[in-house]
C-alpha cells in the first residue's frame, strides 16, 4: 500500500513539476550524441537551415496539401475531428516543419517532439498513423527539393541531412509514445497491487472473525475445546518461569442426561448456558474457561493452588448456580500442577477428569446410602 501511494506522489510530483526532458533525462550531451548515431553533422544541420527561405514560402501550402491527404483517410479524419481542431494542427504543423528547417535542434526541439508522442497515445494516434502521415509530409518536401535543388549532388545532401533528422524525431516521439504505455501499465499494476492488499486485509479481518467463532462454544459463551491443550501448555510455560502453581478443573453436571430426558432438550441447553454464565461471572480475566463438550468443563486457573480452587472458586461457583438454577449440581476434579514440577498437558487434563469421575463415583454411592446430595458435598 505505501508502495502505491509513494508512486501516486512520485508520478504527480514528475507530471506536474518536471518537463518530458527532465523526465526522461535527456541532456543535451544526450542530444549530441543521439545526432552522432544517425550521423547528424554540423553540415547537414547548415544545409536544412539555409534552405528555409524557400520552404518557408511554401510552407502555407505544403501544410494545406497535408490535411488534405491526412483527412481523406476515415481513420485520421475521425480523430481529428472538427475544423477548430484542424486549425489548431495546420499551425502546429507549419510550425514543425519550419523548425524541420531552423538549423536549432537543442532541448527545446526535443521537448517539442516528445510531447508529440505523449500528445499521440492521450489521443489515440497509433504508430502506424504517425509514420504514414511522416512518409506523407517527407513526400512533399521531397517535391519541393526535387523541384528547387536540381543539381544531384545537392540534392541527395539535403534528401539524406532531411532523412536523418526525421529519424531523430521519430525516436523521440516514439520514445515518449512507448513510456506512456509503460506507465499505464505500471499504474495498473500498482492498483492491482493495492486491491491485493486491501483484499489480503479483507481476508485477514474475515479469518480473524472466523477464528475467533471457532473459539467460542456457542451455546455457553465459553471457550472451545480446541484450544484447551494449546492454552494450557502456555499457561503452563508462563507459570513454570514464574515458579507459580496452576489448578485444572474438571467438572460435569449431575444427572444431566436427565434433565434432558424429563425437562426437554431446550432446558438442557439453558441449564448449560446458565452455568457457562457463572463460570464466566467468578471468573478471573486470566482464568481460561473451556465447554470440554455435553455437560463437561475445564477450566485452567493460573496462580491458583488447589485448596483455594475449592474453596474458594468452587464454592463461588455453586452458590451462582444454585442462585438462578434449582438442583442443578456439579461434580468437580481439581488437580495442582507447579511451583516445583509441572505435569504434561494431556496427562494433567485426565487426571483431573478422573479426580471428577472419582468425585461423583463417591457422591453416587452417598445419595445411594440416604445422604442427600447438595451442592457443597458435590464441590
Ligand atoms: N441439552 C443439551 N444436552 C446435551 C448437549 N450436549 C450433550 N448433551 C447431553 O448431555 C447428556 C450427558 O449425559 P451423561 O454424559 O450421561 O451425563 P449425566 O447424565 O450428567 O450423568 P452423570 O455424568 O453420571 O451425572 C447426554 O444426554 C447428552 O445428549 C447440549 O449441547 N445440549
Known amino acids: 500500500m505505501v508502495k502505491f501511494e509513494n508512486y501516486i506522489v512520485e508520478m504527480e510530483l514528475k507530471q506536474t513539476d518536471q518537463t518530458l526532458l527532465e523526465q526522461m533525462r535527456i541532456t543535451e550531451f544526450d542530444i549530441d550524441n543521439r545526432k552522432a548515431l544517425l550521423a547528424l553533422s554540423n553540415e547537414d544541420v547548415n544545409l536544412l537551415k539555409d534552405y528555409r ?11 494545406d496539401t497535408f ?37 536549432i535542434y537543442d532541448l527545446e526541439y526535443v521537448n517539442n517532439r516528445l510531447r508529440i508522442g505523449l500528445v499521440h497515445k ?20 521531397l517535391e519541393i527539393i526535387f523541384e528547387t535543388l536540381p543539381e544531384k549532388t545537392e540534392r541527395q545532401a539535403m534528401l539524406a541531412a532531411l532523412d536523418k533528422l526525421l529519424l531523430f524525431d521519430i525516436t523521440l516521439v516514439f520514445e515518449t509514445y512507448i513510456r506512456s504505455l509503460v506507465s499505464e501499465i505500471e499504474i495498473s499494476k ?31 459463551g465459553l471457550l472451545s475445546v480446541r484450544y484447551l491443550n494449546e492454552t494450557l501448555t502456555r499457561t503452563l510455560r508462563t507459570a ?45 480475566e486470566e482464568d481460561c474457561c473451556f465447554r470440554y463438550g455435553g455437560d463437561e468443563f475445564c477450566l485452567i486457573l493460573p496462580n491458583c493452588e488447589e485448596e483455594p480452587a475449592r474453596e474458594i472458586y468452587i464454592n463461588r461457583l455453586n452458590i451462582e448456580i444454585s442462585r438462578c438454577l ?20 494431556d496427562a494433567l487434563i485426565r487426571q483431573s477428569d478422573e479426580e471428577m469421575y472419582a468425585a461423583k463415583k463417591a457422591s453416587k454411592i452417598d445419595d445411594r446410602s440416604g445422604n442427600a446430595v447438595d451442592v457443597e458435598k458435590t464441590a
Open 122 to 141: 492521450r489521443i489515440g494516434v497509433e504508430p502506424k498513423l504517425y509514420l504514414a502521415a511522416i512518409n506523407v509530409l517527407k513526400s512533399l518536401l
Open 190 to 220: 500498482a492498483k492491482s497491487e493495492r486491491y491485493a492488499c486491501v483484499l489480503e486485509e479483507k481476508v485477514k479481518e474475515r479469518t480473524q472473525q472466523l477464528e475467533e467463532l471457532t473459539r467460542i462454544d456457542s451455546l455457553t
Open 240 to 284: 513454570q518461569r514464574r515458579h507459580e502453581p496452576v489448578s485444572i478443573v474438571y467438572m460435569d453436571i449431575n444427572e444431566f442426561k436427565a434433565i434432558n430426558d424429563t425437562q426437554g432438550h431446550p432446558h438442557g441447553d439453558h441449564i448449560l448456558r446458565a452455568v457457562g454464565a457463572a463460570i464466566k461471572k467468578i471468573s478471573r
Open 326 to 345: 434449582k438442583n442443578v449440581t456439579l461434580s468437580v476434579g481439581i488437580v495442582q500442577t507447579g511451583p516445583d514440577k509441572y505435569g504434561e498437558p
Open 53 to 63: 527561405p524557400i520552404i518557408e514560402s511554401r510552407v502555407d501550402a505544403l501544410v
Open 67 to 103: 490535411y488534405q491527404m491526412q483527412t481523406n483517410v476515415a481513420e485520421i479524419a475521425l480523430l481529428i475531428g472538427d475544423a477548430d481542431t484542424l486549425d489548431r494542427l495546420k499551425n502546429a504543423q507549419r510550425r514543425y516543419v519550419l523548425d524541420l528547417f531552423s538549423g
